[in-house]
């Protein structure tokens, strides 16, 4: 079972990531290799956070 703290913790580096890609695809476009590598990560921590919350 999750604890909370890992999953505020999940849900924090989310945002962080979430801000850098909104930024990245603002400056250097979507295609950018730098955006779709940090692209994939946030796809891999909601993917974690999904699995964490299923019942």
Do not use: C, W
Request: glycine letters at 2%; a neutral charge; aromatic letters at 10%.
């Amino acid at each position: 079972m999750p604890t909370t703290q890992n999953v505020q913790s999940i849900i924090q580096e989310m945002e962080s990531k979430r801000l850098e890609l909104k930024y990245l695809a603002q400056y250097h476009g979507f295609s950018h290799p730098k955006t779709v590598k940090l692209s994939q990560e946030l796809d891999e921590l909601f993917n974690l956070y999904h699995q964490l919350n299923q019942k």
